[in-house]
């Protein structure tokens, strides 16, 4: 299985993002920012609900 993406590096393809933010807007997002598979993956897998700050989108993907 592939390395869980640190906060930064989500973050770096999120930046811009207006919050609060569901799962489709976060990987749409990383997708337009050009994130690696790596990070996609981790956004994919968290839940589908709305996230209202970039620490709410690490916590998800930690708890993943």
Known sequence: ??????PVQIQ???GG????ANRDAL????KESGAD??????LQSI???EYDSPT????AVSDV
């Open 12 to 14: 770096k393809f999120l």
């Open 56 to 59: 709410a989108v690490s916590s």
């Open 47 to 49: 839940p589908d609900q």
């Open 27 to 30: 990987i749409s997002r990383a």
């Open 17 to 20: 993002i207006d919050y609060p």
């Open 37 to 42: 598979s790596n990070v996609l993956d981790a």
């Open 1 to 6: 299985m592939a390395e869980t993406p640190n």
